[in-house]
């Protein structure tokens, strides 16, 4: 049983910074990728960004510029650090981690709030 575990969510001004962490724990196989998704009251689920095992990154465009994911294998745990952040940017975000092919799998944390208000 994998588990993924976030942290760092909070409440910041605008122009401010958070960096959120997810560590995965459990048996988890072969290479994957490691992402953050993020809904907003009364908005679809959404991709904001994701990485590979082999450190490819993936970032939506409106993030683009201000967020940066990284992860670290050896822990397996992902985090994004989240710069110049808007009051758009608020949202439930949510820790992914997904591989495809014959041994697929798709697991998901339990969510961080992230507010960005004045």
């Known amino acids: 049983q994998v588990q993924l575990v976030e942290s760092g969510g909070g409440l910041v001004q605008p122009g401010g910074s958070l960096r959120l962490s997810c560590a995965a724990s459990g048996s988890i196989f072969g290479t994957n990728i490691m992402g953050w998704y993020r809904q907003a009251p009364g908005k679809e689920r959404e991709l904001v960004a994701d990485?590979?095992?082999?450190?490819?990154?993936n970032y939506a465009d409106s993030v683009k510029g201000r967020f940066t994911i990284s992860r670290d294998n050896a822990k397996n745990t992902v985090y994004l650090q989240m710069n110049m952040l808007k009051p758009g940017d608020t949202a439930v975000y949510y820790c992914?981690?997904?591989?495809?092919?014959?041994?697929?799998?798709?697991?998901w944390g339990q969510g961080t709030q992230v507010t960005v208000s004045s």
């Open positions: 990485t590979t095992s082999g450190g490819g990154t």
């Open positions: 992914n981690l997904r591989r495809r092919g014959l041994v697929s799998y798709n697991y």
